[in-house]
């Protein structure tokens, strides 16, 4: 089945400094979405991207979608204690009626 | 955006009994689906929620287990029949937006089963 994977699965910054993670899936996509995860809490939202090579921004968040389709990217610049939390990327592939397969995450540690 | 609620937030139930948890969304939805997540882990599908006709599952969960309802457009509900300490997790429901693939999920329900 399909298997979507991010490294790092943690990563410890000190705050001010940068994160990327990266998310890879066995299958092409039509669609990868990505979540954050805090604590104790839900996953929430982030953005979607569709097109091939789409890049998008929220404020210090980069999220970028590969050529193939297959690989995607969240890049957040001078992370701050709030950006702790696990981000998850998902992939919608065609013909799946709207089902999500959930990255295997990375969680972030931000420290003053 | 839409807002879930489920019912119970946490519960803790013996072996061998079911439980009932349920999603309520404030607003008309297409999909629903129920997830499971073990702590520090990732989230595994187990079935999609159709409204009206019987749910979808996934490779590795069936309906004898995991019975599910979805009786309208706004709730649904996921029953964890004949438990087992190895179905101690946490159960989220996630609704999908109209015209959209992006998913709300609610809070999640604790399940301990001892």
């Known amino acids: 089945g399909q298997q979507v994977m991010q490294i790092p699965q943690y990563q410890h910054v000190q705050e001010g400094e940068d994160f990327t993670t990266y998310c890879n899936s066995s299958t092409t996509l039509s669609n990868i979405q990505w979540y954050k995860q805090r604590p104790g809490g839900h996953p929430v939202f982030l953005i979607q991207l569709v097109k091939s090579g789409e890049v998008k921004k929220q404020k210090r968040l980069t999220f970028q979608f590969g050529e193939a389709k297959k690989n995607s990217s969240l890049h957040i610049t001078a992370t701050q204690t709030t950006d702790v939390g696990t981000y998850f990327c998902?992939?919608?592939?065609?013909?799946?009626?709207?089902?999500?397969?959930f990255g295997t995450g990375t969680r972030l540690q931000v420290t003053l | 955006s839409a807002v879930i609620s489920q019912k119970p937030s946490r519960d803790i139930c013996q072996r061998g009994t079911s439980l009932t948890i349920q999603c309520q969304v404030d607003s008309q939805v297409t999909m629903m689906f129920w997830y499971r997540q073990q702590p520090g882990q990732s989230l595994t599908l187990i079935a999609t929620?159709?409204?009206?006709?019987?749910?979808?599952?996934e490779s590795g969960f069936v309906i004898d287990k995991f019975p599910i309802s979805r009786p309208n457009l706004t709730f649904s509900t996921l029953t964890v029949s004949n438990m087992s300490p190895e179905d101690s997790s946490i159960y989220l429901c996630?609704?999908?937006?109209?015209?959209?693939?992006?998913?709300?999920f609610g809070p999640g329900t604790r399940l301990t089963v001892t």
């Open positions: 998902a992939g919608l592939r065609d013909g799946t009626a709207s089902k999500l397969t």
């Open positions: 996630s609704a999908q937006a109209w015209a959209s693939y992006e998913q709300y």
């Open positions: 929620a159709n409204q009206g006709s019987e749910a979808t599952y």
